[in-house]
Each structure stands twice: as structure tokens, then as C-alpha cells.
């Protein structure tokens, strides 16, 4: 089993840049997450998907973020534009059937820094 | 407004003593709680978790308690080992799978 995979490991750009991250879940998982970490405010969700259907992105900080999940098996996050305080690390999560008792499974993340 | 509070950023125990990490939550509502550690580089990997009719599960050397009435729970290590040094993080569930995690705590374990 290849765990969730997310690329890249290090991304580093410019204010104003276009940024897309990408994750590929655990094969037959049907949920997929989004997380953000800052030193403040540790773990965010961003937004979650069921069955590659968008279910609550009511942590998406701004419009400048978008997420989307063509098929099972590949998710991207994109920041356009984007700014020096989206500076912090990205993580995919996904988990089988989405129960109260199942654990995540989190990828190794993106390290995204915009100067 | 963060639900779930860890209040301590950072804590640093000797090997072989117990390491105790403390987390708050304010939505009553919450059912299932979860502990997951980070490694540098790594993602987050589930450690622990215990259900609100429970108010203790212990796994190994880990064992997690839950106060309900306080809002509280913690995460004892016993004993502490130099590989335990890692960030921890608190998170609780709904009646859902919206996973809500708190900042995290860095544990130091001292040879």
C-alpha cells in the first residue's frame, strides 16, 4: 500500500503566482481531506470530499483557494493568486468510509513558501 | 474560534518518566476523540482514540483519559522514550468524520 501521496514536497514561489498542490488517495478510500498547518493555529481543514463530491469547504479561507476532485484518485488544490501568509504546509488525508471511529490517513504533506 | 485547545506548545520530560499532554475542547456536541503524532517531514499518524461513553483507553503505553463534565482529555505516555519525541496532536469528531485538531504539542524526550 503506497499511502496518500502528495507532490510536491516543496513548492516555493512568487506573490501573485498560480499554485497547484496534488494528492492521490489510498486506493478505495471514499473520503479525501484537505489540511493546512500554521505555528498558530496547527490543523485546519480545508475541505473534504465523499465519493470525489465536495461535502464542506467551509474552511477554505478565501476565493483565492479551490479544490477540486475529478475522479477517485486524484485531488488538486490551487491558490491563485497567491500571497505570502498562504506560506505554511498542505496535507491530504483520506479514509475509507468516512465512520465516527476511523483513523485518517495523512500524506507527508507540500511545504509551500510565496515570497 | 478554536474548538479544541492545546495550551501547551511545547513540553520536555526525562526518559523513563511519564509525559502527560492536555487538551480542551468547548463543542459538547463532540463524540470521538483522537490523538495523532508528526514526526518532521512526515504527515500526522493516528496514535490513540476513545469514544465519549468511554472514560479511558489505553493502548500500550499510551493511554488516553476523558473528563467529559471539564471538556478535558490527556494523553499519558509511560514510560517516555527518545522516540516519542514528536508533535501531538489533539483532534474530536461530531458525530461525523469532520475532524477538528488542535494546535499540537512538542514533545521532547530527554536521554
Known amino acids: 500500500d503506497a499511502g496518500v501521496i502528495q507532490s510536491p514536497r516543496h513548492e516555493v514561489t512568487e506573490m501573485g503566482q498560480e499554485v497547484t498542490l496534488r494528492c492521490k488517495p489510498i486506493s478505495g478510500h471514499d473520503y479525501l481531506f484537505w489540511y493546512r498547518q500554521t505555528m498558530m493555529r496547527g490543523l485546519e481543514l480545508l475541505i473534504y470530499?465523499?465519493?470525489?463530491?465536495?461535502?464542506?469547504d467551509s474552511g477554505m479561507p478565501e476565493d483565492r483557494f479551490s479544490a477540486k476532485m475529478p475522479n477517485a484518485s486524484f485531488s488538486t488544490l490551487k491558490i491563485q493568486p497567491s500571497e505570502p501568509r498562504d506560506s505554511a504546509v498542505y496535507f491530504c488525508?483520506?479514509?475509507?468510509?468516512?465512520?465516527?471511529?476511523?483513523?485518517?490517513?495523512f500524506g507527508s504533506g507540500t511545504q509551500l513558501s510565496v515570497l | 474560534d478554536q474548538q479544541v485547545k492545546q495550551n501547551s506548545p511545547s513540553l520536555s520530560v526525562q526518559e523513563g518518566r511519564i509525559s502527560i499532554l492536555n487538551c480542551d475542547y468547548t463543542?459538547?456536541?463532540?463524540?470521538?476523540f483522537l490523538w495523532y503524532k508528526k514526526y518532521p517531514a512526515e504527515g500526522p499518524t493516528f496514535l490513540i482514540s476513545i469514544s465519549s461513553i468511554k472514560d479511558k483507553n489505553e493502548d500500550g503505553r499510551f493511554t488516553v483519559f476523558l473528563n467529559k463534565s471539564a471538556k478535558h482529555l490527556s494523553l499519558h505516555i509511560v514510560p517516555s522514550q527518545p522516540g516519542d519525541s514528536a508533535v501531538y496532536f489533539c483532534?474530536?469528531?461530531?458525530?461525523?468524520?469532520?475532524?477538528?485538531f488542535g494546535a499540537g504539542t512538542r514533545l521532547f524526550v530527554k536521554a
Open positions: 463543542n459538547s456536541m463532540f463524540d470521538y
Open positions: 470530499f465523499n465519493n470525489n463530491v465536495p461535502i464542506d
Open positions: 483532534a474530536a469528531r461530531a458525530g461525523g468524520f469532520k475532524t477538528i
Open positions: 488525508a483520506s479514509s475509507p468510509t468516512g465512520q465516527l471511529n476511523e483513523k485518517l490517513f
